[in-house]
């Protein structure tokens, strides 16, 4: 009996763990500039770092990605932006030109970025990998 109790053990152990890591993955999405390279372009990178400059024109919305979750963002231009997450729910934000804002902890769920204004959108990025 008790080598049953193991067993069953072990097997939902194995399953929590393969199915808990698709769903992890399933949220993990790649870096804007291999998403969206028309979005993000690279200005910058080493083994530890990269530095990034993201452009929307009006209405357009970049693809599916992720950042690392040390990074600095420093708006350029006065943005309207919607992002939206892999289940289709949203948060809008209106950054002002001249703002930074500075992010640790855990990498971003996937997401995807939508510039709801009527101007250019640019936004300059550091991350550190």
Known sequence: MNQQKYQFGAAILMFSMTFGTLSIAAEVAPPGSEASPDVYKVLAEN????????????????????????????????????????????????PKAGTAKARTGKPVAAHRVKNTGDEVCVIKIVELK
């Open 47 to 94: 083994d530890q770092w990269r530095v990034l400059e993201a452009t929307w024109q009006p209405g357009q919305e970049d693809n599916m990605h992720s950042h690392p979750g040390d990074r600095v963002s420093l708006y350029i231009t006065d943005c309207s932006l919607r992002l939206t997450k892999p289940d289709g729910t949203f948060r809008d934000a209106t």
